[in-house]
DNA sequence: TCAAAAGTGTTCTCCCTACACCCATGG
DNA sequence: CCATGGGTGTAGGGAGAACACTTTTGA
């Protein structure tokens, strides 16, 4: 049996990718942690991640990772920080390029090996495996800085939701509360929501109004920017 | 003579740190560039970078480049992306985590190997080598990004400037003008520019009032972050 | 006396904020 | 009949955008 038979002149670090992949589930955000089987950090949650193939863009590893466990190909996903602290995995130096994915938690399946696969609410999240509580505290002010500057809604939401469901997103990623009447003026004012003429009872007490997404001018915003107070 | 002494299991990618220094001239925003003397692209420019040392953070590395390019150690430093196509280096594979810098460019000392080194205003750098014209376009994204949510002048400007030096350096960094009053009243809204007594004669014409930070409140900006808009 | 740059205020409009009332339903 | 949540409108304030005049100097 070979062993390490890749070589080169000056020492080179390991390479992986890894995917913080948030999904909405009503009333809160949540991320999908994996718990390790393995050694260091056995029984500790992670994100998925892995190692980056030798011709693999890290994007590509980093939705190599997305479909393995949620069974999702194209998902929205952005990289938003590279890890580099020498001792930061006790096996060699490892380096990682972290991403963060956006999904719909109806969508997803239980993937390959998801068996210990688990949604968590951002804010019950356990003590981390490695230094997965600092990514996740970059990830989260990243999604926190993009919501001001792209629209978002639609990668975490079903196709069909109330104004008070896109409230209860924004509320739960900026973690503040916003009044129901401005929050639905403004939204509506970028021009982005469709009524459409069927309502749902997400409550007992009263039916509401579903809305949909432009597409076109979803994405136009999405290409051209924006800029949105809160 | 020792060959290839470092093995691993796996195939390893080296690593790398590019720095995309960033001063102003009084009139534009520059970049620092070093023409290359060795191949793959030989003869073109390029940003400093160099391998990043096994025992390293990666922005330590970039500061490290940093300092043998300008002979500054404590400017402001930010990492915005890694880049990790396949075969964006010849050689072998590489992938480049990057920081952008801001310095005053007065303040730069020719460095050890600086005598290739040349500043460039952003809107006449030539073709770069390797994908440096991406990562450039990336930085100055990142950087248009920034203004939006903290003050920076300070890194770019001399210790006491015009109200006219600070609006053209917002002007060239996000490639649109101000109108000149209602600049000032923004800017002197933020409440962190301490007025001089001080004058001084930008242009033979007419004498301008001197400014120089408040770094208590600027810093404070700068940690708590805030919302500006154009 | 003219061109160029600095210093200074006002007005208008729009958007954000705070806030209140009505309606429909289930218990 | 009451608690709960959805739907809608308004009044006030603040900030940004547009905009003009005066002053100083060198040419």
């Known amino acids: 049996m070979e062993e390490n038979k890749y070589c080169y002149r000056y020492p080179h670090p390991a390479v992986t990718t890894d995917c913080v992949i948030f999904g909405f589930d009503g009333s809160s955000l949540n991320v999908l942690l994996i718990e390790r089987g393995i050694e260091p950090y056995k029984g500790h949650w992670a994100f998925p991640g892995g ?3 030798m ?3 890290a994007e590509e590893g980093a939705r190599r990772e997305l479909r393995e466990e949620t069974g999702l190909t194209d998902a929205y996903i952005e990289q938003f920080h590279a890890y580099s602290t020498p001792d930061r995995d006790p096996r060699e130096r490892v380096i990682t390029i972290a991403y963060l994915a956006l999904v719909r938690i ?3 399946k239980g993937g390959d090996d998801a068996a210990d696969a688990r949604w968590f609410p951002v804010n019950e999240v356990p003590r981390l495996a490695f230094d997965h509580d ?3 505290r970059d990830a989260l002010a990243r999604l926190r800085e993009r919501i001001h500057f792209r629209p978002i809604g639609h990668d975490l939401l079903p196709d069909k939701f109330t104004l008070r469901q896109l409230q209860t997103l924004y509320e739960s990623i900026l973690g503040i509360r916003f009044d129901r009447r401005n929050f639905a003026k403004k939204m509506l004012h970028l021009d982005v929501l469709n009524p459409l003429d069927e ?3 997400p409550t007992p007490k009263r039916e509401a109004r579903l809305y949909c997404f432009n597409l076109e001018k979803y994405n136009e915003l999405k290409q051209r920017g924006f800029r949105l107070e809160f």
């Open 199 to 201: 309502t749902v009872w």
């Open 134 to 136: 600092l990514i996740l």
């Open 51 to 53: 190692f980056l193939n």
């Open 55 to 57: 011709d693999e863009p």
């Open 106 to 108: 109806c969508d997803v």
